[in-house]
């Protein structure tokens, strides 16, 4: 495919020069650029490129919004897995509608089949970016922190499993007045409980370097392998390095078992105690060791920074319209055609004063009319149905935010409730092992005293059976002491196990709630999609059919001298208002 460098309309292989300025053709390096994505997406240019997908600058034409997409490369389409893990992490992100997520607005698959996600376009740089600068400053560390906590927790608490975090996979926005705000991004080998796993036994995805020790011997690692990734995380920003080093996966995977936990004092000065403290605890080895949640940590890392820093981001869009639809769209292929038909009526007039013109550029001319209305008549419907599917994602992103607003709520209710559960249960595991205790000491006495006989009828008085029956009821009598005691302890434990599981409850509601609420969104979103992909096919074919007649119409009119005045004119009006946008 091919380009007019000055005006930017797409040519076919075969066409040497642009019949609007006669600028001669340029190979296009990149396809996309410049055509329209699921009939309302102008893509503009390439924002980065990896190795499962690129990602463009590209603009919402309907509320004139710039956005990203990001788009899986074409030499993995055929690959199902890779698929589903694109799919899965447009459909995690979008349902999560956090400040600290990055937005997915919109996914899908274009003409050729190729997975595509839209998401908010964001200034700033990735959290990798900041870190190669070198160690942090900790108030710095914990805002940050805090911030990617916050996310993770309103992650878990739609169960939804991130398992790749690490710093490239963190984008650092620039918020008003400068304030720097995180947001998770890449979801691809997220895992939501609901979800169909995409590994199997003996598979590992993830980044050696960050992965919990978990993670190497089972793919049911929970949220604690998460907290775990962000306490190496944290470590690399206090320090400016890892917390281990290896040479291979091998060596990585070995250390996050294995190795001690390095503490972040030892490699940079003037670290917090508390600080310390959670970064250690985040990476123990035992999930079971580390903060109960990532609400847990959020609390903790907000008591270390700069309350201006941290503050919770408004929840935008409940009970108002975020977006508003453009009462028209901005000039594209319809407008800039019509003014090109008028100065080729006026072209044939002058070529042809004495109202002779062949029969061939009378058909193209008549036949530019006809497909201007028809290109009319489908830019009204589908502007109908872009509004309707605007209207339609903004209700299911007011709904997103008040399920994640609700659930936040409970989530930090929940979080309490498990901290006061596991410190209960620290608090009474010295009378429960006293119990224990007591218990076996009793039974040890009552095993000697079956061994001595004591326990049958004595023909004689002998001393070590009364030692042994005084030791055993001496046991007894603590183990009866011990036994009240631990009771009660249990019960306290069961009530506070309790208060868990009635939160639990009310959090797997919000899930239900939310599970519906994006199945209804899926069902009415994919009618409307329907035939706005539809509806962009035919247009695309309009369009191509306008630039394939405008060249045949103007091709046998540019030698004649007494119409350079409109073939400027023609470029003038045909050029495009903005460089590398294409504005047929």
């Known amino acids: 495919m091919r380009v007019c460098p000055v005006c930017q309309l797409k040519y076919s292989d075969e ?63 055929r690959d199902a897995a890779l698929k589903e893990r694109f799919r899965r992490e447009a459909k995690n992100a979008a349902a999560l509608a956090h400040p600290n997520i990055v937005e997915i607005s919109d996914y899908g698959e274009a003409e050729d089949g190729t997975p595509y996600l839209v998401m908010e376009l964001l200034e700033g740089s990735s959290l990798d970016a900041l ?54 991004l890449d979801f691809g080998i997220a895992r939501s409980l609901h979800d169909q796993r995409l590994t199997s036994a003996g598979q590992i995805f993830g980044t050696p370097q960050y992965m919990a020790p978990e993670r190497v011997t089972s793919i049911d690692a929970g949220p ?41 004092s030892d490699f940079v000065a003037n670290v917090p105690r508390r ?31 700069p309350p201006e820093d941290v503050a919770e981001i408004p929840v935008t869009g409940l009970g108002q319209t975020q977006r508003h639809a453009a009462p028209t769209l901005p000039p594209t292929t319809l407008e800039r055609w019509a003014s090109r038909a008028v100065v080729f009526e006026e072209m044939l007039r002058r070529a042809f004063p004495q109202g002779n013109p062949p029969d061939l550029a009378i058909s193209m001319l008549n036949e530019i009319r006809q497909t201007l209305v028809r290109t009319n008549e489908l830019r009204g419907r589908g502007l109908g149905e872009q509004r309707k599917l605007e209207q339609m994602e903004q209700h299911a992103r007011e709904g997103r935010q008040r399920l994640g607003h609700a659930m936040s709520t409970l989530g930090q209710d929940l979080s309490q409730a498990r901290t006061a559960a596991r410190n209960a249960e620290l608090e009474v595991r010295p009378y429960l092992d006293a119990a224990t205790q007591a218990e076996r000491a009793y039974r040890d006495g009552h095993r000697k005293m079956l061994a001595l006989g004591v326990m049958q009828e004595a023909n004689a008085p002998q001393a070590a059976h009364v030692t042994a029956l005084r030791e055993t009821a001496d ?53 409307l999609e329907a035939f706005l992909r539809q509806n962009g096919r035919e247009l695309e074919a309009l369009d191509k059919r306008l630039t394939e007649l405008g060249s045949g119409f103007v091709l046998p009119l540019r030698p004649r001298p007494e119409l350079r005045d409109l073939f400027a004119r023609l470029e003038h009006e045909g050029g495009t208002p903005h460089a590398g946008i294409q504005r047929r």
């Open 475 to 527: 046991a007894l009598d603590r183990w009866l002491l011990a036994h009240g005691t631990s009771e009660k302890a249990r019960a306290w434990i069961s009530s506070k196990a309790g208060e868990v599981k009635d939160l639990e409850f009310q959090t797997d509601a919000l899930r239900q709630q939310l599970e519906k609420l994006e199945t209804q969104y899926e069902n009415d979103r994919s009618q």
């Open 275 to 305: 600080l310390e403290e959670l970064v250690v605890r985040l990476m123990a080895k035992k999930p079971e060791e580390r903060p109960v949640d990532a609400h847990q940590v959020e609390k903790e890392l907000l008591a270390l920074a």
């Open 15 to 77: 066409e040497p020069r642009c019949f609007v300025d006669g600028a001669v053709l340029q190979e296009l390096a990149d396809p996309r650029i410049g055509s329209l994505l699921a009939g309302r997406y102008l893509i503009e240019g390439k924002l980065g490129e990896g190795g499962m997908a690129i990602v463009y600058r590209a603009r919402h034409q309907l509320v004139d919004r710039p956005v990203a997409i990001k788009i899986m490369n074409a030499h993995l389409v």
């Open 131 to 184: 870190v190669e600068r070198g160690p942090m400053p900790a108030p710095q560390v914990a805002a940050l922190g805090a911030q990617i906590a916050r996310g993770l927790a309103r992650a878990h608490d739609f169960q939804v499993i991130h398992r790749d975090l690490k710093p490239e996979n963190v984008f650092v926005a620039r918020g008003p007045n400068g304030r720097m705000i995180p947001k998770i």
């Open 224 to 264: 604690a392998a998460d907290l775990y990734a962000l306490g190496v995380m944290l470590f690399e920003m206090i320090t400016g390095q890892l917390p281990f080093q290896s040479q291979d996966v091998t060596g990585y995977l070995i250390a996050h078992m294995q190795q001690p936990v390095p503490k972040p």
